[in-house]
């Protein structure tokens, strides 16, 4: 789903916000399962849409009551007794579904199609096949003392003839009916959407036409819920056409700050409000993440041979879609010299498409001039991490942080006075220019 | 006292048989007669129940304007009652989904509800009315724990030898009759107790098993155990309230009504009834 692989999904948190959806209706459910991006107009008919339905709910016990009866409406075979109850107890609860005026979700009237089944019109929701003839075989079948083969027979005969005729004037409502099953989908899952965003905190973005993607006070629900209690900073960014680096020790916060720029990046394009205070997100052709946690490439490569075909068919595809691009430690597990050679080429090579690509890497040398630069804010005097970005120069030095996370999580002090000595001595040899 | 007066404090009632043609249907029906208004479904008899579908099994039940069933989609055909849809449960078989229907008339119905005994507790809050039928499977095995009460069918169909039946028959309701063990120092057994449970217990050692479904064990074992003063209880009890008699078979030339009677009746401790007369 939208490019990402199953473990990707997971650890940037996608299925977290996916599975707190819960769409009352199976329709729901079956749109839930066909996410997709969506065009400029559907996006900005959906965002209208998911505000108008904000604290809408008196209608989720109905929907809650609807069956999926797509098989009984698309059969060919004759409908059965059973067929049309389940027919009848839809438009039953179809009847009831007031909603208000909406962007592209509209439900077509089915009164004519429960006249039908219903011909009493009482919309009690049991069902029994009738007819005259029925009516005088059934008053004939209860006088008579012993069970009738021959009555029993008749009944059966006039219900299969009703059951034809009904499946034959059902059958000309067939397109109402999916595409009132289609509708109902949408504002199910549209109505999931809002209740969402007023539980987790989500507000509308904007469709930016320029090729720029910023957000203010980012988060990430997923990432604050395996936190528990520590407070997750909340991350403000903008990142243009072309390269952003960003740097920082690790366990800086890199991967987090990327993952839920990618989370909210599919979000917004699948017509989800962004966890963010705001947030401006072009229309991406497509969203790209390569990061260790890919499931395995196949093919029988190593994993750095996995990520480097997959940066190729990447940097194939930026010739012709606009895309974003997050890189979390690309080559990392090569020695260092290289990796960074590579993480330099992969960035300027990139940086001649039009789309938007952000590179989290611990290789301090990869940055330039021609690229934008976040650095990680890391350890504050406090003694706590900060991982929020801040935009730095080119030529910032990398926070030098790495000694003070192992003594945070307490590192025993042998191991730290040896470790100490060991950057002592580096630093004195390899003075830096 | 008649079956139905004795089953008359109970709501939920399963019938279940020793083999078939050992009497479920008859007692079925004598029950349905009795009370009149009941509800009705079957449990554990999917083979059974594609027997019906192909022309196998023949037994009918019949039914009294009314009556709410809840039984398979594709056996609803196969009922000549009139009939009014009440409800389409989410329950599957291999016939096809659990629907509540209602007869409009009387007639002749085929049961065919949930496989497992679990999903009876789905279905109850279906089933309007104060007594509720269960046509329970044929075998003494595991479905039994359901209901308020449950009724054994025996009969000579179980084998031609009235010796064998009636010993066969005293061991099930043994072991249906088996008590709640209140006791300390015993040996707790969660799933089927079998015949290998002999190897390994000691002399006068209690075994305690979930209910009396999960005892699987032959009635030599059961002896044995004896024999070696080894007490069986259960935690979840049965109230097995009575046994029914088929004394005819299909398979045989059957047995004496009153010998097979008076005999079954000295071999248990409930009520025996013959109903096939």
């Known amino acids: 789903m939208f490019g990402l692989d199953a473990v990707q999904r997971e650890t940037i948190g996608l299925n977290y916000v996916l599975t707190r959806l819960e769409p009352d209706s199976p329709y729901g459910r079956e749109k839930l399962k066909h996410l997709s991006f969506l065009d400029q107009a559907a996006l900005e008919a959906c965002f209208d849409n998911i505000e108008k339905l904000m604290d809408f709910d008196e209608i989720r016990p109905h929907l809650a009551a609807l069956k999926n009866i797509r098989g009984s409406i698309t059969k060919t075979e004759t409908l059965t007794q059973v067929d049309i109850f389940e027919i009848k107890h839809f438009l039953i609860t179809f009847e009831k579904l007031h909603i208000p005026e909406l962007k592209g979700i509209s439900l077509q009237p089915m009164s004519d199609a429960l006249a039908i089944v219903d011909p009493s019109g009482l919309r009690i929701a049991t069902y029994t096949v009738e007819s005259p003839m029925l009516y005088s075989i059934r008053k004939e079948k209860l006088r008579a003392e012993i069970i009738d083969p021959l009555l029993v027979e008749q009944e059966v005969a006039e219900e299969t003839r009703v059951l034809q005729e009904i499946t034959k004037k059902l059958r000309k409502h067939t397109a109402t009916f999916l595409s009132n099953m289609n509708n109902i989908g949408e504002l199910d899952l549209t109505m999931a959407k809002a209740r969402l965003a007023q539980e987790l905190g989500a507000a509308r973005p904007i469709l930016s036409k320029r090729e720029v993607l910023s957000f203010k006070e980012m988060g990430n629900p997923y990432i604050a819920e395996t936190l528990k209690n520590h407070s997750l900073t909340k991350i403000f960014v903008t990142f243009d056409k072309g390269i952003t680096i960003i740097t920082g020790a690790n366990m800086g916060g890199k991967s987090v700050a990327l993952k839920s720029v990618v989370l909210n990046t599919l979000l917004c394009r699948a017509g989800f409000f962004v966890f963010a205070q705001e947030a401006e997100v072009p229309l991406f052709d497509g969203v790209c993440m390569i990061s260790e946690e890919m499931e395995d490439i196949g093919q029988g490569l190593s994993s750095f041979g996995g990520e480097m075909t997959r940066l190729n068919e990447v940097a194939l595809r930026t010739k012709s879609d606009f895309l974003f691009i997050a890189l979390d430690e690309p080559a990392r597990g090569t020695n260092p010299e290289e990796g960074a050679a590579i993480v330099r080429g992969v960035a300027n090579h990139l940086a001649t498409s039009s789309s938007i690509c952000v590179i989290a890497t611990h290789y301090n040398q990869v940055t330039s001039p021609r690229f934008k630069h976040y650095q990680v804010a890391g350890l504050k005097g406090t003694g706590y991490m900060d991982y929020n970005l801040v935009e730095a120069r080119h030529d910032a030095p990398p926070p030098k942080d790495a000694l003070k996370i192992c003594k945070l999580i307490g590192l025993n002090k042998d191991l730290l006075a040896k470790i100490n000595k060991e950057v002592n001595n580096d630093t004195n040899t390899n003075i830096r220019p | 006292m008649s079956l139905p007066e004795l089953l008359s404090p109970y709501r939920v009632i399963t019938i279940i048989g ?260």
Not at chain 2, 131 to 147: C, E, F, P, W, Y
Not at chain 2, 202 to 230: F, H, N, Q
């Open chain 2, 18 to 277: 020793m083999a078939k043609n050992s009497g479920k249907t008859t007692t079925l029906n004598h029950l349905i007669k009795a009370f009149r208004q009941v509800s009705l479904t079957s449990i554990g008899r999917d083979g059974e129940s594609v027997d019906v579908v192909t022309g196998t099994d023949k037994s009918r039940i019949f039914v009294y304007k009314n009556t709410v069933i809840a039984t398979a989609e594709k056996l609803l055909p196969l009922c000549d009652i009139s009939k009014e849809i009440l409800d389409v449960t989410g329950i599957s078989t291999p016939l096809g989904r659990v629907v509540i229907v209602r007869a409009l008339s009387d007639g002749f119905v085929q049961l065919g509800g949930p496989s497992i005994a679990a999903q009876i507790a789905d279905l109850l809050p279906h089933l309007p009315g104060d007594k509720i039928l269960i046509d329970g499977a044929v075998s003494r095995k595991t479905q039994a724990n359901i209901g308020d009460a449950v009724v054994l069918c025996t009969g000579a169909s179980f084998s031609p030898s009235m010796v064998e039946t009636i010993r066969e028959t005293r061991h099930i309701v043994e072991i249906f009759n088996l008590h709640k063990f209140e006791g300390k120092n015993y040996i707790y057994i969660p799933g089927a107790v079998m015949d290998s449970v002999l190897h390994g217990i000691k002399e006068g050692e209690t075994i305690v098993a979930e209910d009396p479904g999960k005892i699987l064990i032959s009635s030599t074992t059961y002896d044995r155990l004896r024999a070696k003063k080894v007490t069986l209880a259960v935690r979840t009890p049965l109230r097995l309230a009575a046994l029914t008699i088929n004394p005819t078979s299909p398979y045989n030339t059957g047995y004496s009504p009153n010998d097979f009677l008076e005999k079954m009746q000295e071999a248990v401790t409930i009520p025996v009834y013959n109903l096939h007369q």
